[in-house]
């Protein structure tokens, strides 16, 4: 332990995980990151290598979920602890203007056993006898189960037919391998704008797929906020995602359509229409009216639509600013896994930061998780977020990628540069009234994509307003 001990120091933060998987794999423990501070003006000598002037290690155990009352309890994999949090954790502090890292607090008392989790019961499978089918119509699987002894030595010939088990297990209990629909993309994804204008062009959604192409951008989703979707009919946004799903063919773009907003019934059509259409994944909102209160009235909403498409990928976008629905989102994945064999991930888009990173590291980071805040992306990248869907993707794409960029390169005070001078230009643009009129308009002044006026009910900017956002806009160049 002579690694984490007060005291203690580390040249950088990558030693400083370095020797924490030393640790944790001498230990049988795993921590997680609970706080972290990054480095501020006050360690301006600091180098770069050190990310953080002060971060808080604390036991997986120990960030349990906090539940309202009703919710149901999230199971703590296979292992039997306390109700209670567990204590153990490390606080690390930058120390003397930026020399090391420093272990200045320690409690290694853990409340529940540092055991190995052991691998799960081979299953047998007996051969398939004729059963009648189910008055449900339902597939079930038979499995027989040999429960074991303390003495491993018995053979199953040794059981006692009592202690033989036949299990029958439906399939929302446990999904087929072969039937799990698996997502690959990672990178960013421009939520475009939709184009009312009659008058516009034919080929403008395609020139739209090459500009962000040119730029980086890899993928597009449509129909979401930017794009109006709730603002447009069931038909009106088939045949959006048609355009896009004919465009995207040509520039090999990853083609995401948010199908929620609506009533069910309108949901379900658009997820099938979707599926038809050969887009690459879903987006759903929670249900607008009757909206779910905890985890399990959201999966089973998801269940419903995930069924609607079960050969696509759906992921859901948590955004309570928009929805007024915020369950929490580690506690959802943890839940949904193996019941739903579509379901891949989810778009966060939230000032809870912590919360984000306790979706990406949930069931050991088995699903994909989408940022969606600009004035976090820093942290986010540095917390392990790989992936983006921002509106700003479409004015400002190369300041993301060149935040990523400096990330992935350690250069935390030039990914901090970067960020302020995008959220200035952000900002200039974020004071003119309603965000989806003024990023058109935005959109228009900095790129060759004229997307048009924003749809009733959202009010335009005057005249007046474009000619000022133009000239501020043009200010921020030369600063």
Known sequence: MEHFEIGACFKSYNELMDKLKEYCNSTNTKFTTKDSRLITDEFATAKESFVYSELKLICVFGRQTKFKTGDRKRKMRNLKIKKTECPAYFRIRLIHSGVALQVVALNINHNHPLEKF?????????????????SNEKQVSSLKLEIKSEDDSLSSDDVQASELIEVFIEPDEAINPETRVEFSFRGFCAPVFTVFEEKSPNDLIDKYAEYLLFNGIQGVLVNDAMGEGMSMSVSE?????????????????????????????????????????????????????????????????????????PKTPVLYHHIPAYTGVNINMAQVLDEVSEKIPNFCGLVYTSNDLEGGVAALEAREKKYVVFFGEEKLLTGAFLMGFDSAILPSLNMFPQYIMDISHAIKKSKISEARKIQEELLTRCSVINKFGSLVPAMK???????????????????????????????????????
């Open 237 to 309: 946004r088939k045949l959006v995602t048609e355009r896009w799903a004919k465009a995207v063919k040509a520039t090999d773009q990853h083609l995401m359509v948010q199908i929620g907003g609506c009533p069910l019934p309108d949901v379900l059509e658009l997820t099938e229409h979707a599926e038809n259409n050969g887009v690459d994944s879903l987006l759903c909102l929670p249900e607008m009216f009757f909206k779910p209160s905890n985890s399990k009235q959201l999966i089973d909403y998801l269940t419903i639509v995930c069924e609607a498409a």
């Open 441 to 479: 308009v935005a959109m228009n002044i900095l790129s060759p994509v004229n997307v048009g006026l924003a749809r009733s009910p959202l009010k335009n900017l005057t005249d007046d307003e474009m000619s000022e956002l133009e000239q501020k806009l043009e200010d921020c160049k030369s600063k």
């Open 118 to 134: 052991e691998e799960k019961p081979q299953i047998e499978e007996i051969p398939k006898t004729k059963r009648k089918k189910l």
